[in-house]
């Protein structure tokens, strides 16, 4: 027994003083007190290898085993899961290059325009900016709150641009071209609108949803004109244009701070979060419908009674064209073609581009927004369930077209040519306006089954604007900036400004508005499991204005 115990030690030894098999040593170092090393009477053809080497575990080994150098430090380990960069950082770097590379071949074939000065060089400068501004306002987050809406930082970023001395000078952009963009930028939001439309709902909506979205935005349009005709000075006509572009209510602030209250359950029992968003369509199609009625009237010459008949021809030309239009979307392209998707999109946005354009060479301004809205929805309803991957590629659209849309409209804004009392008596009118809004809701809603508590928080909620604003907010001034009229150009820049106050001030008080005021004045379900509410958990996806726009 002694001598078989022995054996493996000698045999060992043996093969040291050999030479044959120098890393034996080395292995045995390694080795665990509970590690056996078993020897099998096994002959190997190669004289450099023998039966101990062979049966020694390799796992053990600290030498590389390609290179037979020492293992890498953890410093190079480290290094090489971050080289070459993944993810988030991979993505901008990609993004940041391709965006150089355009740049760089625009830039080749232009020159002049990509310099300093120049149109391709504002625009650029103008978005970079409104993006990475939108960006950080989105990151402002308050606890239990909705978080504040982008386009306030896009928005802040023009006015910014266009009102600092040195930047003003290197940041240009001409006004035909500034025009272009954002009637583009129209279009893009009308077909998304378009498309957004439920039409099953439509079929469903309750009287209470029928007051709330025709109700306040009438009475607030007519406040605003009957108000900036005697403080102002505007127009009817113009008063009512002002009017309607304030009358909207703004989705891209409502619906996620109402997400975000139904996620927790507040007042879902009473149907109050989806009375508001659906109610919130159909307010802009009503107060869209309106504007480019008004704007028609704006643009005509004769006697009123002509006008109104001249604006309601527009409206009803526009509402054919759009059902025409759609309806032909409907069957082409068919189905059985090849990248349907991307056909669809591409005559969506192409009409809607064209409807919009070729509505002001026509010489009838107001039909296009509505044929865009109009064709959009009559081409969803045909294409049923099919459509929501269509509606994502109008979102992309969107996404690119929304920092210019809000950057442009800021940078319309110049401090040294603003008159005191003109801001002042914009603010006015549009507070006069949302106390009579405010109170109106509150009188649309009182035979609907709401408590008092209710009846506040959905006045209150019915409050903020923001993206229809900065859509047709300048379409009047686009106008009349082709007549070259001094003194409709002061009209048309009036209501820009009125909107833009209108964005600064009720966007980011509504949204706190609604934050603040939802989980006191509404009230959660007496029985939370009975709706799929089970308390809100800290692994919860977070609710914010990409997710629920």
């Not at 113009?238 to 989705?251: D, E, M, T």
């Not at 139904?262 to 307010?283: C, H, N, R, W």
């Not at 032909?328 to 946005?349: A, C, E, G, N, T």
Request: aromatic share 8%; net charge neutral.
């Amino acid at each position: 027994m002694e001598g078989t115990q022995s054996r493996p030690h000698s045999s060992i030894s043996r093969g040291t003083d050999e030479g044959l098999s120098p890393i034996c040593n080395h292995a045995e170092s390694h080795l665990n007190v509970d590690q056996m090393l078993q020897l099998v009477p096994k002959r190997s053809d190669s004289p450099s290898v023998t039966e101990e080497t062979i049966f020694i575990p390799h796992s053990v080994t600290s030498v590389d085993a390609c290179t037979n150098t020492d293992p890498p430090d953890k410093c190079c380990v480290a290094l090489q899961r971050v080289c070459p960069p993944r993810g988030i950082i991979a993505a901008l770097i990609t993004k940041v290059t391709m965006a150089a590379v355009l740049f760089g071949v625009v830039w080749s074939i232009t020159v002049k325009e990509c310099e300093p000065g120049g149109n391709l060089f504002g625009i650029v400068v103008l978005f970079i900016c409104a993006v990475i501004a939108g960006r950080l306002v989105g990151l402002v987050h308050l606890p239990r709150l909705p978080p504040f809406p982008p386009l306030l930082g896009m928005l802040l970023a023009g006015i910014l641009l266009r009102n600092i001395p040195v930047v003003t000078d290197a940041v240009k952009i001409d006004k035909d071209w500034s025009a272009a963009l954002r009637s583009i930028a129209l279009a893009v939001i009308l077909a998304r609108a378009g498309l957004g439309l439920d039409g099953s709902a439509l079929k469903k909506l309750k009287g209470v949803c029928v007051r709330v979205a025709m109700g306040p935005c009438l009475i607030e349009a007519c406040t605003i004109a009957l108000v900036s005709y005697y403080i102002m000075k505007l127009p009817l006509v113009w008063g009512f244009i002002l009017g309607f572009v304030l009358g909207a209510v703004s989705p891209a602030v409502v619906v996620p701070s109402m997400l975000l209250l139904q996620k927790d359950g507040y007042g879902v029992e009473q149907g109050i979060p989806t009375l508001l968003m659906a109610a919130g369509s159909f307010d802009d199609i009503l107060a869209i419908t309106g504007f480019t009625t008004c704007l028609g009237m704006a643009s005509a010459t004769g006697s009123t009674w002509f006008n109104l008949l001249r604006g309601g021809l527009e409206v009803l030309g526009g509402l054919v064209a759009g059902i025409l239009l759609g309806f032909f979307l409907q069957y082409f392209p068919s189905k059985d073609q090849k990248h349907v998707v991307m056909k669809r999109s591409f005559f969506v946005l192409g009409l809607s581009v064209f409807a919009v354009f070729g509505s002001n060479v026509a010489g009838f301004p107001g039909s296009g927004g509505l044929c865009t809205l109009v064709l959009a929805f009559v081409a969803g309803v045909g294409w049923d369930e099919s459509k929501t991957a269509v509606e994502d590629i109008v979102g992309t659209a969107w996404e690119i077209f929304q920092p210019l849309l809000f950057g442009l409209i800021g940078a319309e804004i110049t401090f040294s040519k603003l008159e005191g009392h003109t801001v002042g008596l914009g603010i006015a009118c549009l507070l006069i306006a949302l106390t009579v809004r405010i109170l109106f809701t509150f009188v649309m809603v009182t035979c609907a089954g709401f408590n008092f508590k209710e009846k506040i928080f959905i006045a209150l909620a019915w409050m903020p604007k923001a993206t229809v604003q900065a859509a047709i907010g300048s379409t009047a001034l686009d106008m009349v900036r082709k007549k070259g009229d001094t003194e409709l150009e002061d009209y048309g820049m009036n209501v820009l400004t009125v909107a833009v106050l209108s964005i600064l001030i009720t966007a980011p008080i509504g949204a706190l508005l609604i934050g603040l005021s939802g989980p006191y004045l509404l009230q959660r379900p007496k029985n939370p499991a009975a709706w799929g509410l089970g308390g809100r958990q800290s692994t919860d996806t977070p609710v914010t204005y990409e997710s629920a726009i």
